[in-house]
């Protein structure tokens, strides 16, 4: 199937989505929500490392592309809680892949790292 975009194209605007979801920060807010909605602070609990106003912008830009939805609850404080959409659930498998394919092959990275650095000595 011929799609009408390229991303080898440097001006093609799937260029802007590619670098929002292989931000990190992106990969693990997508990772936490693939099992069940959460609260800005229990996602600020589980990516450790992630400021508010990181975590904040994240969820916006996610939100903007439709890969997250924002549910306000009337209670005091308001209550958030954040949600894969449907179109964010599409990216389940390719997200856990990614981010748990980094905690399988650490060990391995970090050999090749060493020996790359003994040769380039």
């Not at 920060?25 to 609260?39: G, T």
């Not at 990181?54 to 949600?83: C, H, I, M, N």
Request: aromatic share 8%.
């Amino acid at each position: 199937m011929q799609h009408p975009y390229d991303v080898y194209e440097d001006k093609c605007p799937t260029r802007a989505v590619l670098n929002r979801i292989a931000d990190k920060w992106s990969l693990l807010v997508l990772d936490c929500l693939q099992h069940e909605p959460m609260r800005f602070n229990q996602l600020r609990k589980v990516i450790k490392g992630v400021s508010q106003k990181v975590l904040s912008q994240t969820l916006k830009k996610l939100e903007r592309d439709g890969l997250v939805s924002r549910k306000a609850f009337a209670t005091v404080p308001v209550t958030v809680e954040y949600a894969l959409t449907p179109l964010g659930s599409t990216l389940t498998d390719a997200v856990a892949g990614l981010a748990h394919w980094a905690e399988r092959h650490m060990d391995d990275v970090f050999a090749a790292q060493q020996a790359y650095d003994i040769k380039q000595a």
